[in-house]
């Protein structure tokens, strides 16, 4: 009996690490370029010790300001990988998912211009662990990616509906 219920963990544990990475799939070309930044920047943080990856959204919106401009935000979870640091472009299937150790919530906020990120305005990157997470954090993250560099006129990115693909 406890050898079945053994099994039946790993296998749902390899699952739901699979899911996420193919959530990672599921996202539009507009969002993964943002991802793909943010994993980057924490992936070259020298405090941590293993490899980071996508592992699911939480919001995400976009505005479409035309012109070929879009302003993108996306709050989603990093999660550890049995991979060490300093892996780059780690296959998500070598580099399964720890369960020991916390998500790190990113929020990122940035403007594209015809499918690339703009340099200007620059790219807001905010990841923080999540048991480190603040309502303060998450309100001045916010308050930042609305301000006027990410906004169009008087809609604001977390005013938008969003386009959830």
């Known amino acids: 009996m ?29 969002f993964k370029k943002g991802v793909e930044l943010a994993v980057e920047q924490v992936n070259s943080h020298s405090g941590l010790q293993h490899h980071f990856l996508f592992f699911k959204s939480i919001e995400k919106s976009s505005i479409e300001a035309g012109f070929e401009v879009t302003y993108i935000y996306h709050n989603f979870y990093l ?18 998912f720890r369960n020991d150790r916390p998500l790190i919530d990113c929020g990122i906020c940035y ?24 309502e303060e954090m998450k309100k001045t993250r916010l308050e930042h990616c609305n ?12 005013a938008s509906t969003g386009t959830q693909k």
């Not at 690490?17 to 193919?22: D, I, L, M």
């Not at 690339?116 to 997470?133: D, F, Q, S, T």
């Not at 301000?147 to 977390?158: K, W």
């Open 111 to 134: 403007k594209l211009y015809a499918g690339e990120i703009e340099k200007e305005p620059k790219p807001y990157i905010h990841c923080v662990h999540k048991p480190a997470m603040t």
């Open 147 to 158: 301000d006027g560099a990410y906004g169009n006129g008087a809609s604001t990115l977390l």
């Open 79 to 96: 999660k550890a990988t049995k991979c060490s640091r300093g892996i780059t472009k780690a296959d998500p299937k070598k580099c399964a």
């Open 2 to 30: 406890a050898m079945s219920a053994c099994a039946v963990f790993f296998v749902a544990a390899f699952f739901l690490g699979s899911e996420a990475q193919s959530d990672f799939g599921k996202l539009p070309e507009s």
